[in-house]
């Protein structure tokens, strides 16, 4: 800003982003919801996390969706200080529960909270939110549903055929279901070769899995092309009962921890940097290894979920799949933790208040 008078400058400075964030006018709107994020129990500060809402007439009194326009196009979320943070509708369910993923700046002890304005007066004023924004730590994100899209907007599809997506059987809301042998799973281009992942040795991959088959089963291959000995990353489940992990050829096993029991859903999650490799179930650290050979992801080659090989379609996941993600880093371990509370514990994770009547308080 510039400050003059009689043409001679007075004071200057810059605009600070605060100042030239899009911002809720609290006027405009009838009514608001303070959300309080009170289920976070990391020791680290979490920057632009994705915190799963949920609305529903039956969980918070005062609330109906013929406050909201169609589709809850209206409903905007902001900080304490009315500053507007991304949100992306993963489903809005009129008759039953939405779910909507929020970018909360910062995530910090148990006391953090934003605010859920929605039932705007005037139709002109309705904020048009980028909802790939809520995805800004992550080069990958499939939520399912009734189509298969990257929510990130950075992937393209490759193949993707064999996939079911359903649309409110996941974990969350709507998920990917693979049912038949020798499918060739969710297969997408390489995120290394686009940008969207900054370096091949800081990646992150996770997924919730819900296995109908007993049998030795790929979970995800990055960079797939043939076999886990021509330098990939590929996570098996070893007969139902635990993890190998291979990176660049070296195995990883998770000393028979975290086994995904048929027709449970399970949270699988892996980090590398390079060096060390580490892998997570259900959100607990089961195995570490400082001996992680690079892999190749450099090629042409097409990173996928559910699937070994993607010519041949050998060791296919069945069963279904939600929530597959690929992490742009190496994700801490209160991130993954976070991730896994923030959807099998969401009624604790976060809590809803009670409504606010804006018009009331005018």
Known sequence: KLLCYN???????????????LRVYPSEYIKKIPIKISGYTGETELTDFPVLIKL?????????????????KDIVFSTSNNVVVPH????????GTSYIWVKVPTLSGTETTIWLYYSILEEDDIFEIDSKEVWSQYAAVFHGGEVITDSTGNSELVDYNTMVPEKQNGIVAGNLS?????SLGLQFSNPVISGAVSSKSNV??????????????????????DYWWEGRFVALIESGNYFSV???????????????????????AFTYDNTN????FNGESIYESAEAKTFSCTDGGTWSFGSYNKETGDNTFLGD??????????????WIKAEYDSVVNSSSFVEMGGIVDLVENM
């Open 204 to 225: 992150s991959v996770s997924g919730w899995f819900k296995r109908t088959d007993a049998s030795n089963i790929a979970v995800t291959i990055l960079s797939n092309k």
């Open 277 to 280: 490799f580490k892998s997570y």
């Open 56 to 72: 529903s007439e039956e969980s918070i009194p005062g609330f109906f969706y013929s406050d909201c326009y169609e589709n809850g």
């Open 321 to 334: 799949m939600d929530e597959l993600r690929v992490y742009n880093g190496t994700a801490s371990s209160d």
């Open 7 to 21: 043409d001679v400058k007075l004071y200057e400075t810059s605009i600070s982003s605060f100042e030239t964030q």
């Open 246 to 268: 291979y990176t660049g050829g070296s195995h990883h096993g998770t000393k028979n921890k975290g086994a995904l029991v048929q027709d449970e859903w399970g949270y699988l």
């Open 178 to 182: 693979q049912k038949t042998p020798k």
């Open 88 to 95: 992306e509708i993963e489903l809005w369910d009129t008759e």
